[in-house]
């Protein structure tokens, strides 16, 4: 090959060719190298098989809940990157809001005190990169990478020394039944489907799904809010108060990583626990969520709708994650992050840029 | 290297921007693509550098059929584009931009420059970060480059003020042509090209309309009707009403009434002396500098991006020197910077461009017709605009926001004839409205034209012009300019 050509396209895709190319993309890298890993490492063929088309998933109210949850935080991502900020945090930012979800029940403060506790924990903490790379140009992705170890870090050392709830493992104490949300009783025909998920998180993410898109392409705030990851320069020429936007900006994305904390902490097993493998108390789910749901932020930043697909069919790869046991879960859980990611790539490179590869035979 | 273009047809959406254009291009030529703002020159140099690819018909490069060009291949093949607004690296120097694209490494590269600049005669700071240039530098800076780089065909877009202010980048072109390279030059500015090329390609609604070879100097006005298909005015280049009823010297003092902006012992560099200089109300009033000689400084510094060194901006009465960009412009002041990417994202929708200046959806055609924009839909995006359509925008813009005071830099850059005559006029209606301007401008003949009072920024800092004198001999403002 003699030389490669990119150019980012000026039409944006339309929903259904974003949809329909997402998905192929999604199916043949996320599941199809999911399952070759899993044979690779001495699956039979037949429980594959049997791991993979089974139907229960895809209506099953584990799966349901865990597209809330991506969903909810693909979509605080989605703010994040439409400012031009790369959070790669993610998984920090949830543990120091059950952080403050555990102080709040240590202290019985209530809910309300645990979410304004939580919203400003996050906005303070994701400001520090958010900010270093306005003003002073430098790395938010370098940066909030870093700051998830030192957030996990936090979190180890809180469940192990400072609010230990168990002493053989590194556990919290259970939240406080005070601090709660509202689910679906186990009379309604919903909880078949849904299980135990919370009210208000189906509520705020179908809010925010609408309200973000509104936002971002029809008002000025949301023109604002865009013309910061183009350039900060644009942005205060244009008259953008620079200060103001990345508050807002963080503000919008705390909230929702609250409630997709308060979804996971909440309605499971209502402890936060750090573990090598797990890192934080949110069981099996906890590989690479930051990572996934910052992927689907990025493929679907002009039209957030789009990411409840998206979230939907990572919520089943997770499932897929989860019928597999023993170290293989590991591998697997760290797999379906690097391909998801691998997979949003190329959905974007095909999507939305021109790709010319020139090849000349050597005679 | 021979070049030629047959019957390229290109769509944006449903607009057809090129429509069967054919052109071609012989060794040791410098051949003018004359159009207006929209016309498709800009199109037709990015197909040919290959930036886009034609929909239909073929590019020959001696002799040699393709569908559509490579950047990277035409780079090597020694085509280089040089873009109204150069795409280069801005945190980095001209030395550094050079070395990424330079592919051996084993010269040391202050003595390529050196060498090239003696040879050419052409002086440019490659020490400079691009950010700190102004549009003419980085245009002057990437045609060196390319020089250096080994082009064989120079493509340049819009180069209009560096043809009308650098006598010495309009010999380094004839030189360089005399070498048996060739140069495309894409220009609305009749004036700026016609006593350079050897061949005049006349271009409108995207088909080439007009291929002139022989008396070119003597068919300005047959080029003029080509270009324009509803005429301009009345004074070809400029037309000459422009600053009759404010320009008599008696008749000002009814119309402006107190200070709007005032520059107080302003020090923008350290080899500029102290700036004194102040805009009243409704007031048209222009600095004009030798590009780079500080002007990209006080803009900055007006904006700020930059604080100045000593001194104060005071904006009615108010000392703004220490407010953030976005302050000022909630006092009610719009800045027009010189790169006007700098301000107008390529990546946004027109619609949202407007939405982000408070102009609604219902205005929007009302507004862009204010300046004649050319443009497909509200919802195309401005990356399909040419560089004087996005001109033309903003002055729309200007026109429907209605600030205070407008603070501009090189206003005036990138817009045609046609474009020329809406905008002066445009400023014009807008100061009867309460609008005053601070023109920061390059080329001191469209200051005179237009403004009320001239000032010159050179080391002994703003120094006022007579205008009277500047009317009877206009070398007087040059004159200041260098010295």
């Not at chain 1, 597209?67 to 703010?79: D, K, R």
């Not at chain 1, 679907?300 to 897929?320: D, N, Q, T």
């Not at chain 2, 982000?356 to 995006?381: D, F, H, Q």
Request: charged letters at 20%; one cysteine or more; proline letters at 3%.
């Amino acid at each position: 090959m003699n030389s490669i050509y990119v150019r980012r396209k000026s039409d944006e895709p339309s929903t259904v060719k974003i949809i329909i190319i997402s998905l192929v993309i999604f199916t043949i890298i996320v599941f199809l190298g999911v399952f070759s890993l899993m044979l690779l490492s001495g699956y039979e063929l037949k429980d594959l098989i049997n791991i993979f088309f089974d139907y229960r998933n895809l209506l099953s109210p584990i799966t349901i809940r865990y597209s809330i949850v991506i969903a909810l935080l693909s979509l605080a991502f989605l703010i994040n990157v439409a400012g031009g900020f790369i959070n790669l945090g993610g998984e920090g930012l949830i543990a120091l809001s059950m952080l403050a979800f555990l102080i709040a029940s240590v202290y019985n403060l209530g809910i309300f005190t645990a979410f304004v506790l939580s919203i400003l924990l996050l906005i303070l903490w994701a400001s520090i990169p958010y900010i270093s790379k306005v003003y002073l140009e430098s790395s938010d992705v370098l940066i909030s990478f870093l700051q998830n170890f030192i957030a996990l870090f936090i979190i180890n050392h809180i469940v192990t020394h400072v609010f230990r709830g168990e002493l053989a493992r590194p556990r919290s104490p259970p939240i406080d039944p005070s601090i709660n949300l509202h689910y679906i009783s186990q009379d309604n025909i919903l909880y078949n489907y849904l299980g135990r998920v919370s009210i208000e998180s189906i509520i705020v993410l179908l809010v925010a799904v609408v309200f973000l898109t509104y936002l971002l392409s029809r008002t000025k705030i949301g023109y604002s809010l865009r013309l910061l990851s183009y350039s900060t320069k644009t942005a205060s020429i244009s008259g953008v108060n620079i200060p103001r936007t990345i508050f807002l900006n963080l503000l919008m994305s705390a909230i929702l990583i609250s409630f997709a904390s308060a979804e996971l902490l909440l309605g499971g097993e209502r402890k936060i626990f750090y573990n090598e493998n797990a890192k934080i108390g949110i069981g099996s789910m906890s590989f690479g969520l930051g990572y996934v749901s910052l992927s689907i932020a990025i493929l679907s930043i002009r039209k957030p709708y789009i990411s409840l697909l998206y979230s939907y069919i990572l919520a089943l790869g997770y499932m897929m994650v989860f019928s597999s046991y023993g170290f293989y879960r590991l591998i697997l859980g760290v797999a379906i992050v690097g391909l998801s990611l691998l997979s949003v790539l190329l959905s974007e490179l095909l999507l939305r840029y021109e790709v010319r590869l020139n090849w000349r035979l050597k005679h | 290297m021979e070049i030629k273009l047959d019957q390229i047809i290109k769509f944006f959406g449903s607009l057809k921007a090129l429509d069967n254009a054919s052109i071609y291009i012989r060794s040791g030529e410098i051949v003018g693509l004359l159009g207006e703002n929209g016309a498709g020159k800009t199109t037709l140099m990015n197909i040919l550098y290959g930036l886009y690819r034609p929909d239909k018909g073929a590019i020959f490069v001696d002799g040699v059929k393709k569908h559509y060009m490579d950047p990277l291949h035409s780079m090597k093949i020694g085509i280089y584009f040089i873009q109204q607004f150069p795409r280069l690296i801005d945190s980095m120097t001209g030395t550094e931009n050079l070395r990424l694209l330079l592919r051996e490494d084993k010269r040391n590269i202050p003595d390529l420059v050196k060498e090239y600049s003696a040879k050419y005669d052409l002086q440019v700071n490659f020490n400079k970060r691009v950010a700190e240039m102004t549009i003419l530098e980085r245009q002057k800076l990437y045609t060196l480059m390319s020089v250096i780089l080994g082009a064989r065909v120079l493509l340049l877009d819009e180069p209009n003020m560096l043809l009308t202010t650098d006598k010495s980048f309009r010999e380094f072109l004839r030189r360089y042509a005399r070498e048996g390279n060739s140069i495309l030059i894409s220009s609305h500015k009749i004036s700026a090209v016609i006593d350079l090329v050897d061949r005049i390609y006349v271009m409108r609604k995207g088909r080439v309309v007009a291929d002139i070879r022989e008396n070119i100097r003597e068919r300005y006005d047959e080029i003029l009707k080509l270009m324009f298909e509803y005429g301009v005015g009345r004074d070809k280049e400029y037309p000459e009403t422009l600053h009759s009823e404010y320009a008599t010297p008696g008749s000002r003092e009814n119309i402006f009434e107190k200070r709007i902006l005032e520059l107080k012992d302003l020090v923008i560099r350290e080899d500029i002396k102290k700036i004194n200089a102040s805009v009243n109300n409704r007031e048209i009033v222009s600095i004009i500098s030798i590009a780079g000689k500080g002007d990209k400084e006080l803009f900055d510094v007006l904006v700020g991006f930059k604080k100045g060194i000593r001194g104060k901006i005071l904006y009615k009465s108010v000392d703004i020197s220490s407010e953030p960009p976005y302050r000022r412009v909630a006092h009610g002041i719009f800045f027009v910077p010189d790169n006007k990417l700098d301000l107008i994202s390529p990546r946004y929708k027109i619609r949202e461009i407007m939405g982000l200046w408070g102009i609604r959806n219902s205005e929007i055609s009302k507004c862009l017709s204010e300046t004649s924009v050319m443009y497909r839909s509200p919802e195309a995006n401005v990356s399909e605009l040419s560089g004087g359509n996005i001109s033309r925008m903003i002055l729309a813009i200007v026109a429907c926001n209605r600030p205070n005071l407008v603070i501009a830099h090189n206003i005036f850059s990138g817009l045609d004839l046609l474009g020329y005559e809406i905008a002066t006029r445009l400023i014009k209606r807008l100061r009867m409205h309460g609008v005053s301007f601070l023109l920061i401008l390059n080329d001191y003949e469209e200051a005179l034209r237009i403004s009320d009072r001239i000032y010159v920024l050179n080391e002994r800092g703003a120094v006022e012009i007579n205008l009277n004198e500047a009317y009877k001999d206009p070398s007087v403002i040059w004159r200041e300019m260098v010295s």
